[in-house]
Nanobody, 126 residues
Framework: QVQLVESGGGLVQAGDSLRLSCAASGRTFRSYAMGWFRQAPGKERELVASISFSGRTTYYADSVLGRFTISRDNARNTVYLQMKTLKPEDTAVYYC???????????????????WGQGTQVTVSS
């Protein structure tokens, strides 16, 4: 069992930056690929970025490519999402999720993610 706790959300203005953190419990964090998803009101949850368990492979949605960076610190059991040049359309609840399939890939399939955090709200004002 893995518990995930997100932090770092808040209210910012367009063009600002935020860094989200996701702290994971358990000794096997380094074996999990991780993903950041977001869900805006009235919309489906979508994958924003993912990272393989080694950190060597990453994936970004087109809408955030070049603005967001996913990274992980396996010694601290933490995955990060650095968000720059934020836009109002980035407003959403952001969730981190863990993929325990022991495959060193950055999964893009939501069905591969077994554990989810409670989410952190990011609001970007124009």
């Amino acid at each position: 069992q893995v518990q995930l706790v997100e932090s770092g959300g808040g209210l910012v203005q367009a063009g600002d930056s935020l860094r989200l953190s996701c702290a994971a419990s358990g000794r096997t964090f380094r074996s999990y690929a991780m993903g950041w998803f977001r869900q805006a009101p009235g919309k489906e949850r979508e994958l924003v970025a993912s990272i393989s368990f080694s950190g060597r492979t990453t994936y970004y949605a087109d809408s955030v490519l070049g603005r967001f960076t996913i990274s992980r610190d396996n010694a601290r059991n933490t995955v990060y999402l650095q968000m720059k040049t934020l836009k109002p359309e980035d407003t959403a609840v952001y969730y981190c999720a863990a993929d325990q399939r022991l495959s060193d890939t950055a999964s893009t399939d939501r069905r591969n993610y077994d554990y989810w955090g409670q989410g952190t709200q990011v609001t970007v004002s124009s």
